[in-house]
């Protein structure tokens, strides 16, 4: 069992920077993998970044390289996620999950567990 809480969502600018943490509790010595995601309104789910639990492996979605950098504090059990250069297609409520599996970072399905989201929105 993991629980997760997402914070660090708000209004911002285009261009501007925001931080979201994702902070874990419970069982985390059997997690594989944290990651990201998100929806915005009439869009599916999508894959923005994940990270294995040691901090050695990364990946993100295309459509975020080179703007958002995603990084773990382990005595904090608290995964971030820097974003820059905000636009507003990057507006949506961001989730945080939890792979156990070991199947992959960027599987949505192998995510067995995930918080309440947190929403960014990027409007001038």
């Known amino acids: 069992q993991v629980q997760l809480v997402e914070s660090g969502g708000g209004l911002v600018q285009p261009g501007g920077s925001l931080r979201l943490s994702c902070s874990a509790s419970?069982?985390?010595?059997?997690?594989?993998?944290v990651g990201w995601f998100r929806q915005a309104p009439g869009k599916e789910r999508e894959f923005v970044s994940a990270i294995d639990w040691a901090g050695h492996n990364t990946r993100y979605g295309d459509s975020v390289k080179g703007r958002f950098t995603i990084s773990r504090v382990s005595d904090k059990n608290t995964v971030y996620l820097e974003m820059n250069s905000l636009r507003p297609e990057d507006t949506a409520v961001y989730y945080c999950?939890?792979?156990?599996?070991?199947?992959?970072?960027?599987?949505?399905?192998?995510?067995?567990?995930w918080g309440q989201g947190t929403q960014v929105t990027v409007s001038s």
């Open positions: 999950a939890v792979d156990r599996s070991g199947v992959g970072l960027v599987t949505e399905t192998a995510y067995a567990y």
């Open positions: 419970g069982r985390t010595d059997a997690v594989y993998a």
